[in-house]
Each structure stands twice: as C-alpha cells, then as structure tokens.
C-alpha cells in the first residue's frame, strides 16, 4: 500500500496544501504585507530596520545596462550569490563560491562564464523566476562564510535552517543540506535532505530526502541522527521576531550559520511548504491549532520562545 | 472569521438556480435532455370546399387550440381572399370575398407537435346547464331510462360512463332502440345529460393517421367534473382519449361556418414525420418569441463561437478537480484547456503527436536560442514565430503526403504553445528531462481528460442549450475553493508520517 487512507493522515494531524491555503495563509496572512517577503530587498531593509542580521548587500541590478557592473561590485570578494528579488522556490538563486582573476566558479567547481552571468542576471530581469513572470531586480550578495560545524553535514552548500513561525512562536524546524542531487541547492524538492529539529534543544530528530527517510547524508555519510544546531536560542528568538517584522501570522522563516556573524536571515516565505512535516516524521497540525487555541494577552518574543520550548519538545525518531 | 453561511445559501441557490433553470428549459420549452432525441411531428392540411353563389363570402373556420399539441407551424392559401386569424380562446380563421362564384377551395395547413398533456382543464365550473327538454313522443322512454341510471350513479362522471355503456349495450331495451331511431348516438348521449343538468359539451375531433386523405372530423362529448372536461367517445365506448386525437375544435361552437356559398365541407389529410427533438423545440421557440435566454437567438456564427467558449467552463471545472482534489501539477494553470480546446479541432491522437511533434522542435531551437543570449521577450518572440513556421512546415508536409489530419494544427494556440516551450526549456535547464517530462506529461493528461469531457456530445448539447448547467458549474468550483481535505496525491506523499505509528 503505497497510499495512506485520509483519517490516518488526520489523526497524524498532518497538514495539507488545500488546508494550508485556506485556513492559515488564507486567514493569517494578509495580502498587503505579502511585498514585505516577496520581494528580498524590503525584507532586507526591514530586517536591518529591526536589528535582525542578514547577509550583507554588495549591490542591486535593476536595469539590463548596468549588469556589466557586477565584475566591478564583486571586486576582491572570495563568492557571492546573484539572486532575484522577487523569486520563488530557490529558483534563479546563482551561487559563485570561488573568484579566481575574474573568473568565477559554482560550488561543485564548474566555471560560470560573463556569458552565462550576463544571460542569468538579464532572465532576472525579465522577471523569468518572479512570481507572476513579473519584472525583477537582481540581488547581488556576500557569500555566507559558514559555519565549519556543519562541515560534512551538507555537500557544496550552505546548509539552512528552516523555521515555521505561527502567530510568533515558532513551531517545527528544520535543517536543509544541500547534496549533490541537489546542486548545492538547499530546497527539499530538489533533492536536499531535509533534518527535522527538536524546538527545545535544536537537535536532529528525523532527516529525509526525497521524502523517503534516510539516517547518513548520501554524499557525505555523515550521520544525520547527532546533528545539533548551535545558536539554537538566538534562531529561535530572529525567527520569532520576525513575526512582528512582517506581520504575517504563518511565515517560514529561513536562516544561515555564519562564521563569524553567528545566524543570518536569509528569506523569509509567506507560503512555507508542507515537506518540514515529512522532515520532523510529524504532522504540524497539533502545534498549530495549540496556538490558535492561546487566550491571553500578547506574549514578548522572549515568552513565546519560551512557551515554545516548553510545549514543541519532542523525541527523536531514528 | 465570519460566517459561512452566506456562502453556502448562496452555492445552494446558485445550484438550485441552475438545475431549476435546466428542468424548465428541458420541461417548458420542450429542449431534449439528450443529444439525437427524436419527436413525431403531424402535418395536417385542412381543404375547404364550397360553391359560390355571386354574393359576398364569408368563411369562418375553427383552429386548433389543443393543449396535447404544440403548433409548431401554420399558413393558409387562398388566393384572392382576404384572412384574418383571432387568437382568442377560440382560435378562428376568417375568411372573405365580395364575390365569388363556382366551386372554391380555401387551405389552411398545420403542424402539430405532441405535448403529451392530454387533459383539457378548466378552472372555471360552467354555467349551469339549461335542462333539455325531450319532444313529447321521447320524453317517456327517455325520462325513464335517465331516471334509472341517475339513480345508480354518484358522480357527473359514473353518470356518463353508466349512459355511454346503456347507449352501446347491445341487448337495448325497446326505449332505447326508441330514442336511437330519432336521434344520433351522440347527440342522444349530449340530451341525457343535460337533461340532468350535467356540464358536457359537444366536441370535433380528427384522429390521425399517417398518410390519410379526405378524413372528417368525429364528435365526441366532453363530460365536465372537478376542474376537467372529460371526454366520451361513444361510438367507440370509449372514456378518455389517446394521443392520436387532435380536438379540434372544443369551445362548443361550431368547426365551419360559409356565408354566401353552399354545399360547403372540410376535408382533411395528414402525414407523419419525424424530426430532431432540439430542432423542434428550437422552431417552437421562434413562433412563440420565447427565444429569452437562448444562444440561438444569435446569428450562426456567433452560435458556434459560443458553442466553443461554453466549453471552457467544462475544462475548466476538470483542471479545478484535477489540482485541487487530486494534485496533479501542470505547467501553466489553465494552459491544458486551451490545449484541449485545440484538440477539439483536430481530433485527440492527432493533436497529441502535432502537440508532441511542435513542443520538440520548439525544444531544440529553444536550446540554440538560449546560447545567444537574448532577452526574455525577444527569445519568446523569436520562439512564437519558429512555432508558426513550425506549424506551416507539418501542415505543408502532411499536405504534400496527403494527410489530412495533419493541417488542423493550425488550431494549437502559438503563444501558449511558445510560452509551453520556454518554461519546458528553463525546467530542463534547471531540474532536468525528468521534471520536464513529469510537468509535461501532467498538462498533457490533464488536457486529455478535459478534451474527453468536452468532446463528449452530452456535454456539447447540456452547456449549449440548458445556460443554467455554467452556474451549476459555477457552484462546484466555488465549493471545491473551500476544500480542505488531502488530495490524492498528498495521501502517497505523506504516507511516511503513518507508516511508521
């Protein structure tokens, strides 16, 4: 039996996408605040605005003649990454972990030609990976220095830390590790391996790939099952306060582990996907409607890390 | 979060609405529910004959007004007369001329369409009756015979079946051989009951018959209880009538009236044909400018454009199903539509391998296009006019070989088609032939099973003729926007949160 009937789905409380569209981001997320994650240029400057790091901006590309001047703005940089403002599902995000006399190269050592930077940064433009094939601008920004406690947990990428915020508390959270499947790529559906995280300690509890439960990274054989997130509370607290940031009461929150500037927000996500469920091997629907069940007056971001803490501890299942 | 409820009395009523809207189209204006249905139809002509007598005519001649029968059409010839049709309740032809001289033939030809409803009803009980008053050499025997059935009967209607036996029995009694030597069966059977004060009236009637000639209206009586005129064949003893009876007259006046000419008389002779059931209703609709709400009010090319774009909403209530309780993805949301749509034009295996065949080659100039480095729009432009010169060059080929299927890909949409092409492109740059594969083969089966819902000749004859079956649909895409439940695919997906509880 390759399907699971309905109710057992239900009463895992898994959440589903037509649920998921109409009773959270339907009720929650009000349309006019969705430009503030939609477009990454004014989450960055709104997470600037509330004392949230992100990694920094070395420039932005808004009109076709000036893309020449990337070689110039990325000038002395060891990588960066070109991606598009308005993009969606990691698409268009252009990865350079290597400059060598003006020459550039992906994580996996391929070389990137100006050509091939050119046409990518021009398709941006035309809006060729926004939503709605709308007209775009390019971001261009400094590499993450990652973190080494990560090495070997993921392969030629930035392994990010995916948080599912609902009303400010953060819910269920995930660890993304890019493969080579994935192309140094942190998205589930391209084939990264998703780790499910504990809320109170940060440790692994489940990991997954292509939805099919695995225990080692494919490339690397690093066990997944003693994985444990450092900067755990800080995450926690950047994820819950962006709830205030943007306004949106169900938000997926993703983040990044630098060397030396300690968690990073990347992007924020108004329609966060379902696959932290398969990660976590848990149905999210408990946790969501503990939260809606919450009467009281409104909780500091310190509280509601604290009473999530408390109330999304969890055991791991390996 | 406000309540649902409005939302759901609105649904209810748009379904209600719709399905009401169906049934009376279907029930009121006669439209098939099925596609092919057939009816009988009757062409009736009626030949008035009289000799003419040098002074001013006038002819007065009853027309059907017979609710078992539709009129669907009716003309008259009669060359030099002058005609005027009331159309009160009592349906008349009149016509007239100063003078007329010799024998005369006047036509009046009908078509009648059986309805089905045989009951003549009238809400408004009749005056009463004036009794009838029996010469004196009947009155005994007559009185006699009446007295004895009033007496074993309870109703208007037991009384008249109980005479119409009496009048039929064949072992009569010396009173009634009496009474039917002076008197016609019928009319004797009309003075019995009005002699009683029961409401009947004398009736014509024509029964048709394929291919008769020269036929003559019957009479019948006409017995009225509790809202309808019953009718009472009685040479036949007979109670109630079929639909091969056209009443042709039965207000109680008379079929034929000639002033100013003699030896006047109505002949009658008819044919049965059978035609589309739609075609018919559709007839009716004209001579009664009932046309409200129909497509078919509009000129014929208008119709099979509408005929096209009321498809849509059928393709479009698949692609609904198809994501959002069963989640399939395609690529592009309503491109497997239009698809579709193109399908209809050149038939499903053709548009397959013409879709198929396109989609390819558009591949592969897209694959050079993209080492050039052009922008957005112009590679799309340039891919739209490769699709068209694609698309000339099959049609040309299939020409050459004579194959006449190949020359309806001229029906793909080019833009849509371009826009299939480029995104399949970036996919495959981006995930690899697998996913283009998946996405493809996705639209692809989601444009087949639209293209078999709206191939279907049902489908073609419901979203065309019954308009209310689009809020119907309108209804189900609104109620299933508010479904929450997993889709079918989900159930696979998140098979491992149950698998290992």
Known sequence: ?318 | MHSRKPFYIFVILLFIAGIGASIYRGIEHSVPFLPGEQVQSWAIDAKISFNGTNNPAEIHFALPNDPAFDILVENTTSPGYGLTISDDVNRKAVWSKRETSGPQSLFYRVTLVPTGNLDIKDDIEPADTELYQWPVTEQAAAEQIVGEVWERSATNLSFAKQLMQLLNDDNQSQNMALLLSTNSATNLFLHMLHSKGVPARKVSGLLLEDQRRRQQLSSYIQVYQDGVWHLFDIHNNKQGRDNKLVLWEYAGGSVLDVMGGTNSQVNFSMLQDTRSALATSIDMMMTEDALDFSLYQLPLEEQSLFKGILLIPIGVLVVVFLRVIVGIKTSGTFMPVLIAMAFIQTTLITGLIGFLLIVAFGLMIRSYLSTLNLLLISRISAVIIVVIFIIGLFTLISFKLGLSEGLTVTFFPMIILAWTIERMSILWEEEGPKKVFVAGGGSLFVATIAYLAMSNSIVQHWVFNFLGIHLVILATVLVMGQYTGYRLTELKRFKPLVGEK
């Open chain 1, 1 to 318: 039996m390759n399907y699971a009937w309905p109710w057992e789905l239900s009463r895992a409380g898994v959440l589903n996408m037509n649920k998921r569209n109409i009773s959270y981001i339907g009720r929650y997320n009000q349309r006019k605040f969705y430009k503030r994650v939609d477009d990454k240029l004014i989450t960055k400057e709104l997470a600037l605005a509330n004392n949230i790091a992100v990694p920094d901006l070395i420039g932005v590309v808004k009109e076709q003649h000036t893309i020449e001047e990337i070689p110039a703005m990325v000038e002395g940089r060891s990588g960066f990454v070109i991606k598009p403002a308005k993009g969606s599902g990691g698409k268009g995000i252009m990865v350079i972990t290597k400059v060598d006399n003006g020459r550039y190269y992906k994580p996996s050592g391929d070389e990137v030609t100006h050509n091939e930077i050119y046409r990518h940064v021009s398709n941006t433009l035309s809006g060729l990976f926004s939503l709605g094939g709308k007209p775009d601008v390019a971001i261009v920004e400094g590499l993450i220095e990652f973190d080494p406690v990560f090495d070997g947990v993921s392969y030629e990428g930035v392994p990010d830390i995916r948080l599912i915020v609902f009303k400010g508390f953060p819910i269920m959270g995930m660890l993304r590790c890019s493969t080579a499947a994935s192309d140094g790529k942190a998205n589930l559906h391209q084939g990264a391996v998703g780790v499910g995280l504990d809320i109170a300690t940060g440790k692994s509890l489940h990991a997954v790939q292509f939805d099919v439960p695995v225990d080692k990274h494919p490339d690397t054989h690093f066990p997944l099952s003693n994985i444990a997130v450092p900067h755990w509370e800080t995450l926690l607290h950047t994820a819950s306060s962006a709830y205030e940031m943007c306004e949106l009461g169900y938000l997926g929150t993703d983040m990044v582990l630098d060397k030396k500037r300690g968690p990073l927000l990347l992007e924020l996500n108004a329609r966060p996907g379902l696959t932290i469920q398969i990660a976590n091997g848990k149905g999210i629907l408990p946790r969501l409607k503990h939260v809606e069940s919450l009467k009281g007056p409104t909780m500091s971001v310190e509280e509601r890390v604290a009473y999530a803490k408390k109330h999304f501890c969890d055991k791991p299942l390996f």
